[in-house]
């Protein structure tokens, strides 16, 4: 087996700024998607009403549907929301590269957008069933090479 010779300070200091410009990059996309998570949850909440008028949502009663619904959008936001403020402190090399604070935020920027992808079609599946799937539709079109493609290794 080959040993892998200590970095230098120089290539060490390369390897953090890479990985700080990779929150600087999320910073905008999990805040959109914070934002974006938490104005579904004010639409849930205030068209309550109409959800529960539907007898049943896919296999689930329309009541225990609402309670999934919140659960999820809740959870999505507040991924979001920490990752955000992860990657902030990240960015302004407050939080070492590798620490568990810095993985914590990477953590919660790589699950956040397939949360999203699932959450979108289920704020729609109410008011438009299909319109639901076509979003799930793409979602795994766009997300499943994404997330199964290997990585490129840099030289």
């Known amino acids: 087996m ?25 910073i905008l996309i999990l805040g959109f998607l914070g934002g974006i998570s938490l104005a579904a949850l004010v639409l849930v909440l205030s068209e309550k009403a109409n959800i529960l008028d539907a007898k049943t949502i896919l296999v689930f009663s329309a009541d225990t549907y609402f309670q999934i619904l919140t659960i999820v959008l809740a959870t999505v936001s507040a991924i979001c929301v920490m990752g955000c403020l992860t990657a902030q402190r990240a960015a302004a090399h407050i939080i070492e590269a590798g ?52 990585k490129k290794k840099s030289k």
């Open 2 to 26: 080959k040993e892998k010779k200590p970095l230098t300070k120089e290539e060490q200091k390369k390897k953090d700024d890479d990985a700080m410009r990779y929150f600087e990059d999320s």
């Open 99 to 150: 620490s568990r604070a810095w993985k914590f935020g990477y953590w919660m920027h790589n699950i956040s957008f397939p949360a999203f992808l699932i959450t979108l079609p289920m704020v729609m599946f109410p008011f438009a069933p299909m319109a639901a799937w076509v979003v799930v539709l793409v979602g795994v079109i766009f997300a499943v090479p994404t997330l199964l493609l290997p």
